[in-house]
């Protein structure tokens, strides 16, 4: 079985500074891993994915994620952010070549002015 | 592209009414899926069917039923409602089989059941 620890559950910080959004999992199989953001009302919309290949991924608005195959973890990192980037950020893995996606809890990122 | 589409936006229902959730995409995908979305435990997974004609339980399938009687159509119906399924509720597809490994979501149905 697969899970998803997102440990933070809130991430206030102050605008232009650096974040990270930490998320760790565990699988006995090799998996995909996503990034989505979440704003205010709406629904989710993907950042970024590790699918295979370079352990950097960059995504939309800035974002970047680095997977760490031996500490399975899948951070997410923005070094300077925005008001805009006030949102819900998910983690999530999914299992190669199948249909079966798991969720962490989500980190509310608060970008103080 | 409209992409994902969800009706109604939102609704207020009275406990043991029924009430069915609509979800489209225009996308193609095989698998769809509908979540529940609430605050501290992120979203949870209701059913998912991984293509026309099948469907699964996911890990909180109580309460709740789905139909998929076509590609793009994965309608959820709550029989009975209770208040414990207020929620927000997004329906999502995916399609490893285009390479389109992550999912893509609806915009979400926020239901209060009183």
């Known amino acids: 079985a697969q899970s998803v620890t997102q440990l933070d559950s809130q991430v206030p910080v102050f605008e232009e500074a650096p974040v990270e959004l930490r998320c760790n999992y565990s699988?006995?199989?090799?998996?995909?891993l996503f990034w989505y953001v979440q704003y205010p009302n709406q629904g989710l919309q993907l950042l970024l994915k590790y699918l295979s290949g370079s352990t950097l991924v960059k995504g939309i608005n800035g974002f970047e994620a680095e997977f760490n195959k031996s500490q399975t973890s899948f951070h997410l990192r923005k070094p300077s952010v925005h008001i805009s980037d006030t949102a819900e950020y998910f983690c999530a893995v999914s299992p190669s070549g199948t249909y079966k996606y798991i969720f962490g809890t989500g980190t509310r990122l608060k970008v103080l002015a | 592209t409209a992409g994902i589409t969800q009706a109604p936006t939102s609704q207020i229902l009275a406990a043991g009414r029924s009430m069915t959730l609509r979800c489209t995409q225009d996308m193609r995908h095989n698998a769809m899926y509908w979540y529940r979305q609430d605050l501290g435990l992120g979203l949870r997974l209701i059913h998912y069917?991984?293509?026309?004609?099948?469907?699964g339980k996911g890990e909180v399938p109580d309460g709740y039923s789905v139909s998929r009687a076509n590609t793009d159509d994965f309608p959820l119906t709550l029989a009975s409602a209770v208040p414990s399924q207020t929620s927000v509720y997004f329906c999502?597809?995916?399609?490893?089989?285009?390479?389109?490994?992550?999912?893509?979501f609806g915009p979400g149905t926020r239901l209060t059941v009183l």
């Open positions: 999502a597809s995916s399609d490893p089989g285009q390479m389109l490994n992550e999912q893509f």
């Open positions: 069917s991984n293509t026309a004609g099948t469907t």
């Open positions: 699988s006995s199989v090799s998996v995909y």
